[in-house]
């Protein structure tokens, strides 16, 4: 019995913890409870940034143009619908599928690289809540109340505990 | 599991924050700061490395599942922590460089590939670990005399089973140090991080023996089921991640 308890504690979550973290900075306007835009700014971490600029900036001039920018949506943002986006939105408590992210565009900032992108559906704001994790665990998403910026109504930032990823939860009131 | 999930997930948060106040700190270094500059990011590195491996994974499991069915000591779970900490910063190292310079730009683009696929390699390992302890428990039930000697070898093939695949978090800083000319720097760092993730595995062996020691010795004359047992499940938890990291 010890034994397997020592088993199931060590290897819960195989092998997964982060390697890649990505700041999340969401942009909210709503207007008589309804979300009108949402806007997502990613920042991924200076180092896998750095190892992401050395391959993806191609011509090596510290910026990422627009063929590079496309070339970053194709090829490693796009890819992550299977993830849903690291982004679970919930409405009325029910999961509902990512809608397609648009006006993807990737730039450097303070030697990060920062994917931004919309979203086009229009929320009822009480209904919906917003979480953020990596089901693998090799990312981790990383949601703080000051990367907030809301208008029209107010943002509750919380851990959250889904059983099979930890990451934070995003509720608009 | 609340606890355990609160736990996780603040270590991931510590993670972040080091992870971040390393890379700003090594890019400031200069000329004139280097060297009290270079300790900190060391010492910053071994507490990350001794964070990171307290999440799931690293070989935690391999050494506590090894100890939990090998009578051993404390001072043994210790060493094998520390065989793990030298293979791993040696196969972090050897990798990483290799890698950079015979396909530099190339890198990135097969590093989640290679990830995936030394994750499959040490789930082969692993099984191949199991099924070495298991033969040897079965053929070593009969001569306790020799076990000294077996024992030595089993703990090596533990240590470097759970210490050749190199962790991406520690490649990740190496090449962030490659990229930024700081070579010394980042076979240093790896090092520490290492270190840092060998004294965690060790706590998890040195916890799993005093599990051990309390349930007692009443299957002294047939410790060798105990082992055997003890190999299934290593041999178990290595099928079960290579499905895992097939999938």
């Given at each position: 019995m010890k034994k397997l308890l020592v088993f199931l504690l060590f290897t819960i979550s195989l092998f997964a913890h982060p390697h890649t973290f990505i700041e999340v900075h969401p942009t909210?306007?709503?207007?008589?409870?309804a979300i009108k835009t949402i806007h997502f700014k990613w920042k991924l971490d200076e180092m896998t940034s750095t190892i992401l600029i050395m391959e993806l900036d191609k011509n090596a001039d510290g910026k990422i143009d627009k063929k590079e920018s496309a070339y970053i949506r194709d090829n490693y943002f796009i890819i992550l619908k299977d993830y849903s986006y690291y982004t679970h939105i919930k409405v009325k408590g029910k999961l509902i599928k990512f809608p397609t992210p648009k006006k993807f565009i990737a730039t450097i900032e303070n030697h990060k690289i920062c994917y931004s992108f919309s979203l086009d559906e229009k929320y009822i704001a009480k209904d919906t809540i917003f979480e953020f994790g990596d089901t693998d665990f090799?990312?981790?998403m990383i949601l703080k109340k000051e990367f907030v910026e809301i208008s029209g109504a107010k943002a509750k930032v919380s851990g959250v505990d889904n059983d099979f990823y930890y990451g934070y939860r995003l509720e608009i009131k | 599991m609340e606890f355990y999930s609160k736990l996780l997930q603040k270590l991931i948060s510590i993670q972040y924050?080091?992870?971040?106040?390393i890379s700003t700190t090594i890019r400031s270094l200069?000329?004139?700061?280097?060297?009290?500059?270079?300790?900190?990011?060391l010492g910053i590195a071994f507490t990350y490395g001794l964070i990171h491996a307290a999440?799931?994974?690293?070989g935690k499991a391999l050494v506590a599942l090894y100890f939990t069915s090998n009578k051993s000591s404390y001072k043994k779970a210790f060493k094998m922590g520390y065989m793990i900490a030298v293979i791993?910063?040696?196969?972090?190292?050897?990798?990483?460089?290799?890698?950079?310079?015979?396909?530099k730009t190339m890198f990135r683009q097969n590093?989640?590939?290679?990830?995936?696929?030394?994750?499959?390699i040490s789930a082969v390992m692993i099984v191949a670990v199991g099924l070495y302890l298991i033969y040897e428990a079965y053929m070593g039930r009969k001569y306790?005399?020799?076990?000294?000697?077996?024992?030595?070898?089993?703990?090596?093939?533990?240590?470097?089973?759970?210490?050749?695949?190199?962790?991406p978090g520690v490649m990740t800083v190496v090449l962030f140090c490659i990229v930024l000319n700081q070579h010394l720097l980042g076979i240093l760092s790896a090092v520490a991080m290492s270190i840092g993730m060998g004294l965690t595995i060790s706590i998890a062996g040195i916890l799993s023996i005093a599990l051990n020691k309390k349930s007692g010795n009443f299957l002294s004359d047939k410790g060798y089921i105990l082992e055997i047992f003890g190999a299934l499940l290593i041999l178990t938890l290595g099928l079960f991640l290579l499905f895992a990291s097939l999938k």
């Amino acid at each position: 019995m010890k034994k397997l308890l020592v088993f199931l504690l060590f290897t819960i979550s195989l092998f997964a913890h982060p390697h890649t973290f990505i700041e999340v900075h969401p942009t909210i306007k709503v207007v008589d409870g309804a979300i009108k835009t949402i806007h997502f700014k990613w920042k991924l971490d200076e180092m896998t940034s750095t190892i992401l600029i050395m391959e993806l900036d191609k011509n090596a001039d510290g910026k990422i143009d627009k063929k590079e920018s496309a070339y970053i949506r194709d090829n490693y943002f796009i890819i992550l619908k299977d993830y849903s986006y690291y982004t679970h939105i919930k409405v009325k408590g029910k999961l509902i599928k990512f809608p397609t992210p648009k006006k993807f565009i990737a730039t450097i900032e303070n030697h990060k690289i920062c994917y931004s992108f919309s979203l086009d559906e229009k929320y009822i704001a009480k209904d919906t809540i917003f979480e953020f994790g990596d089901t693998d665990f090799y990312t981790a998403m990383i949601l703080k109340k000051e990367f907030v910026e809301i208008s029209g109504a107010k943002a509750k930032v919380s851990g959250v505990d889904n059983d099979f990823y930890y990451g934070y939860r995003l509720e608009i009131k | 599991m609340e606890f355990y999930s609160k736990l996780l997930q603040k270590l991931i948060s510590i993670q972040y924050e080091l992870n971040s106040y390393i890379s700003t700190t090594i890019r400031s270094l200069n000329d004139e700061n280097s060297l009290s500059t270079s300790l900190l990011i060391l010492g910053i590195a071994f507490t990350y490395g001794l964070i990171h491996a307290a999440g799931p994974g690293h070989g935690k499991a391999l050494v506590a599942l090894y100890f939990t069915s090998n009578k051993s000591s404390y001072k043994k779970a210790f060493k094998m922590g520390y065989m793990i900490a030298v293979i791993h910063a040696l196969s972090a190292l050897i990798f990483t460089f290799g890698i950079f310079f015979i396909l530099k730009t190339m890198f990135r683009q097969n590093f989640n590939d290679f990830s995936q696929i030394a994750m499959q390699i040490s789930a082969v390992m692993i099984v191949a670990v199991g099924l070495y302890l298991i033969y040897e428990a079965y053929m070593g039930r009969k001569y306790k005399d020799k076990k000294m000697k077996k024992s030595k070898k089993s703990e090596i093939a533990v240590a470097f089973s759970a210490g050749v695949v190199p962790c991406p978090g520690v490649m990740t800083v190496v090449l962030f140090c490659i990229v930024l000319n700081q070579h010394l720097l980042g076979i240093l760092s790896a090092v520490a991080m290492s270190i840092g993730m060998g004294l965690t595995i060790s706590i998890a062996g040195i916890l799993s023996i005093a599990l051990n020691k309390k349930s007692g010795n009443f299957l002294s004359d047939k410790g060798y089921i105990l082992e055997i047992f003890g190999a299934l499940l290593i041999l178990t938890l290595g099928l079960f991640l290579l499905f895992a990291s097939l999938k």
